[in-house]
């Protein structure tokens, strides 16, 4: 059975820094593209960071540009989202996705595989 697990969100000061980490389990992630996508109360799924299953092609939501990074660690099946200057904008639950094309994807439709996502909230 397929899982994926995040952690490390929190309550933090805006201004601070915050690394989340998508774990799996019953997959091998290596062989997927994989996602973070962020949803704040009474507002839809958005898109966060994707990345190939290699590592090397990724893309970044505009409203985090130049704040956030994904990478991975296939030898651990890990995933990151490195997030600095957080925003009180920046709280939502945070989810990881897993899709199993290779190739990034914007879409979560495009993803076949969720985590129950991380609480990520910044106060002002």
């Given at each position: 059975?397929v899982?994926?697990?995040?952690?490390?969100?929190?309550?933090?000061?805006?201004?601070?820094?915050?690394?989340?980490?998508?774990v799996?389990?019953?997959?091998?992630?290596?062989?997927?593209?994989?996602?973070?996508?962020r949803?704040?109360?009474?507002?839809e799924?958005e898109?966060?960071?994707?990345?190939?299953?290699?590592?090397?092609?990724s893309?970044?939501?505009?409203?985090?540009?130049?704040?956030a990074?994904?990478?991975?660690?296939?030898?651990?099946?890990?995933?990151?989202l490195?997030?600095?200057?957080?925003?009180?904008e920046?709280?939502?639950?945070?989810?990881?996705?897993?899709?199993?094309?290779?190739?990034t994807?914007?879409?979560?439709?495009?993803?076949?595989?969720?985590?129950?996502?991380?609480?990520?909230?910044v106060s002002?």
């Amino acid at each position: 059975q397929v899982q994926l697990v995040e952690s490390g969100g929190g309550l933090v000061q805006a201004g601070a820094s915050l690394r989340l980490s998508c774990v799996g389990s019953g997959v091998t992630l290596s062989r997927n593209a994989m996602g973070w996508f962020r949803q704040a109360p009474g507002k839809e799924r958005e898109f966060v960071a994707t990345i190939s299953w290699s590592g090397g092609v990724s893309y970044h939501a505009d409203s985090v540009k130049g704040r956030a990074t994904i990478s991975r660690d296939n030898a651990k099946n890990t995933v990151y989202l490195q997030m600095n200057s957080l925003k009180p904008e920046d709280t939502a639950v945070y989810y990881c996705a897993a899709r199993s094309g290779t190739t990034t994807s914007r879409v979560p439709e495009n993803y076949d595989y969720w985590g129950q996502g991380t609480q990520v909230t910044v106060s002002s």
